[in-house]
């Protein structure tokens, strides 16, 4: 699906929701996460195929007489290339806003279906609350991807108002 067509059916999921404030919320984040998760998907996949196709011509290249710069050039390209992917780690973020934002969404079908815990009159109250737990979650994958144990402690305390 594209991510024009995607970002359409956003309101679904949250129309149904009463309170505005949720409702924005909620579609805010969708719209956020689904835009993230495309924009590094197509990075990964982009970065992947120049990589492809790099490493392929080094071969070819390495067998033509007096072009070995090329085949140093090459390599270095790919190398920077392969050091990218690694560091950004692209597949895992798009990924990671990828599961988010279809927890979400499950979680928001199920409010509007009145099924399972959202069966009572405080349903949206509730939603809420495991959607605050979902970013919650999210967020510290995102802080233990990202950090040494060091620098997590240090951000707890900058939370934790310390």
């Known amino acids: 699906m594209k ?5 359409k059916t956003l309101k679904v999921f949250t129309d149904p929701i009463s309170d505005n404030l949720i409702k924005n919320r909620v579609y805010d ?11 590094y998907k197509r990075f990964f996949y982009s970065f992947s195929i120049i990589l492809l196709i790099l490493n392929a011509t080094i071969p070819i290249i390495n067998q033509l007489n007096n072009y070995s710069i090329w085949v140093t050039i090459i390599s270095s390209i790919g190398f920077v290339i392969t050091s990218i992917l690694t560091l950004i780690n692209f597949k895992d973020v798009w990924y990671r806003y ?3 934002s279809e927890i979400i969404k499950s979680e928001c079908m199920k409010l509007n279906c009145k099924i399972g815990e959202y069966e009572n009159d405080d349903r949206e109250k509730m939603f809420l609350n495991k959607f605050e737990h979902i970013l919650s979650d999210e967020r510290n994958l995102w802080i233990n991807s990202r950090f040494n144990n060091q620098d997590k402690e240090n951000l707890e305390e900058v939370r934790d108002g310390e």
């Open 29 to 39: 984040t969708l719209v956020w996460n689904i835009k993230k998760a495309t924009y």
């Open 3 to 7: 991510l024009k067509d995607e970002l």
């Open 98 to 100: 990828r599961v988010t």
